[in-house]
Nanobody, 112 residues
Framework: QVRLVESGGGLVQPGGSLRLSCAAS?????????MGWYRQAPGKQRELVAS??????NYGDSVKGRFTISRENVKNTVYLQMNNLKPEDTAVYYC??????WGQGTQVTVSS
């Protein structure tokens, strides 16, 4: 059984920063699994923001150079540092484990 809990969302002005966290729990070895952040804006499909395995990370084109994904295996936690946020980054952000398990999501709103 896997549980993913996101936190860190909120309202931020354009150009601002937020750091999302996703804490994983359950009967599995966290370090063995890929982790990802996805987002879904109203009326749009869910899209990959960033993913990370033990040795490499991958980013969606729209966030490259602005977002950074990282993980802390001893804490079973993955992070998403989001800098220079834009209104088009507004969405519900979801944490994903190994392509199979999802968190409940956290709202990010970028607006002046």
């Amino acid at each position: 059984q896997v549980r993913l809990v996101e936190s860190g969302g909120g309202l931020v002005q354009p150009g601002g920063s937020l750091r999302l966290s996703c804490a994983a729990s359950g009967s599995f070895v966290f370090s063995l699994y890929s982790m990802g952040w996805y987002r879904q804006a109203p009326g749009k499909q869910r899209e990959l923001v960033a993913s990370i395995t033990s040795g490499r990370s991958n980013y969606g084109d729209s966030v490259k150079g602005r977002f950074t994904i990282s993980r802390e295996n001893v804490k079973n936690t993955v992070y998403l540092q989001m800098n220079n946020l834009k209104p088009e980054d507004t969405a519900v952000y979801y944490c994903n484990l190994a392509g199979n398990w999802w968190g409940q999501g956290t709202q990010v709103t970028v607006s002046s």
